[in-house]
């Protein structure tokens, strides 16, 4: 059974910083896809970021990018989000991700992902 359990957000002011982890069991080196998403209240769920576990490879929203560093502590199988730059706009509720399916491409969309974490709120205040 995968478990996706995360930890961190909470509340800043504009242009503070906060760090996401989303500690992942079990956690397949060869073929693994992890990514952030986030859901603001009366709206759709909105990639942020993924990174494919075996090389490493990452993507981001336009909305992120230079803001935002997904990575991936292997030792604690652990994926992590840090947030700088942050902006009242980016106050949502901040899901993990997983998939195990081999892809060419890393995934972007909610539908490509089988497994989620609890989420965590992240609000910035301006």
């Known amino acids: 059974q995968v478990q996706l359990v995360q930890s961190g957000g909470g509340s800043v002011q504009a242009g503070g910083s906060l760090r996401l982890s989303c500690a992942a069991s079990p956690y397949d080196y060869s073929n693994m896809y992890m990514g952030w998403f986030r859901q603001a209240p009366g709206k759709e769920r909105e990639w942020v970021a993924a990174v494919c576990i075996a090389d490493g490879r990452t993507n981001y929203a336009d909305s992120v990018k230079g803001r935002f560093t997904i990575s991936q502590d292997n030792a604690r199988n652990t994926l992590l989000l840090h947030m700088s730059s942050l902006k009242p706009e980016d106050t949502a509720m901040y899901y993990c991700?997983?998939?195990?399916?081999?892809?060419?491409?890393?995934?972007?969309?909610?539908?490509?992902?089988?497994?989620w974490g609890q989420g965590t709120q992240v609000t910035v205040s301006s």
């Open positions: 991700a997983a998939d195990f399916r081999a892809r060419r491409l890393i995934p972007t969309a909610p539908t490509d992902y089988n497994y």
